[in-house]
DNA sequence: CGTCTATGTAATCAGCGATTACTTTTTTGT
DNA sequence: ACAAAAAAGTAATCGCTGATTACATAGACG
């Protein structure tokens, strides 16, 4: 006790300073392997937290409420959705519009089939606050915009019927794709098409609209 | 104090008996209220007990947890849905296979919007019990065959084009249902399709949907 | 160096789902 | 008719939750 440095703590490990570094981050992180874990109605902030080797008082210096924790989740999530998306696109830009278009739709459904958890959270509109994030807004406007570009390409180049209104198309095929992801990841799909696994039905679904989409043979 | 009769409960009103006569039925009426009121996600058994004029502990005599009690409305909420769809078939049973797929479609539809409270629980897979209900799967497989039956119809008349799937077309139908219907109710649709009121949006959109399984003009 | 601010904690509150032990009523068998 | 059993209620309690308040500490910056 004579040379030894006069540091107040002589424990081994650096023991959890005071100040976490980047708590907002960590409990981010915690919330994502808390959902993963156990499901995204057994978040709970006290248990991130704990998770992040803070207090249960902590995680409110960072986030308002538990919406603000799970919307930060969500941004995190619909950017990577995004990316998903482009990036499909962006490997499909050679081809037809409609190809394209397809292409859009399944590598939304391909990422929601593989993060069934983030799609819940950013599909979810009781859990998350769409109006004060900003990125989910965002990020669904262009994707839409994507759509829309597509489409009125194809009715350009004779691949969509020139009669339909594409602002209906759109909503349309959003709403035929949000439901089949709905479905499978809830759990209605296996329930109501029992016939076939999960994994086979979605894209044999997504090519059957995309069929009916083109003009017939004639 | 003489003449009076013995009754141990000398006062006016009733006076809640000890036991309520009707619990479970009380119970279940009291969530609904409650989930109109402050939505899904505010139930509480303890309120629904409260409004029940019961102790804290006594749903527990007829529901083994929350999940049943929520089940319970569910079975409900199906009922009322499944009859919605019956009786707009019934209406329809002149007209063509494809037109009362459109019926059924649109009934569906239009019950969701004007019952989202009792459509989100039938929808929900985290907050009801499926396999435990009588009714939910067995409602969900009859309006399934309905939707079969009317497009093995179609097919046989000309009015389905005879190379497509019926099982995966069922599939893709019930997919844009639903996907239309939580849209709406969830609040997506207004933020997808914006330029329009939902409930204009919906009818189009399912009208669209059905021209799209008619054969074309050629 | 000293102060201000950001970031953490402890203590507390009300509400929740669920369980246990106990009480009261109703049903039922003889 | 009546006692025993079953059904239906209660009170008290447990551990957990989201959120708030008052206080403590560390870092940033003039």
Not at 49 to 78: C, E, I
Request: proline residues 7%; aromatic residues 6%; without cysteine.
């Amino acid at each position: 006790m004579t040379l030894h440095s006069p540091k107040k703590r002589p424990s081994q490990k650096p023991a959890a300073p005071y100040h976490h570094g980047n708590l907002p981050e960590a409990l981010v992180a915690a919330t994502i392997a808390i959902i993963e874990e156990r499901g995204v109605e057994h978040v709970s902030i006290r248990e991130a937290a704990r998770r992040a080797g803070a207090s249960p008082a902590a995680p409110f210096r960072h986030f308002a409420n538990k919406t603000a924790l799970l919307t930060a989740v969500a941004d995190q999530a619909m950017d990577r959705l995004k990316n998903a998306v482009e990036w499909a696109i962006a490997a499909a830009a050679h081809e037809a519009p409609l190809q394209r278009l397809e292409a859009l739709g399944s590598a939304y459904l391909r990422w929601a089939l593989d993060n069934p958890t983030h799609f819940q959270i950013i599909s979810s509109r009781s859990l998350i606050d769409v109006a004060s994030s900003e990125r989910i807004g965002p990020a669904n406007s262009a994707i839409r915009a994507l759509m829309v570009g597509m489409l009125e390409e194809g009715r350009e180049d004779g691949s969509l019927d020139p009669d339909l209104d594409i602002d209906h198309v759109v909503l349309m095929t959003r709403a035929f794709g949000y439901g089949l992801a709905r479905m499978a990841i809830d759990g209605h799909l296996a329930e109501w098409h029992p016939s076939e696994p999960v994994a086979d039905a979605v894209p044999k679904a997504l090519a059957l609209f995309m069929s009916l989409l083109r003009p017939k043979a004639r």
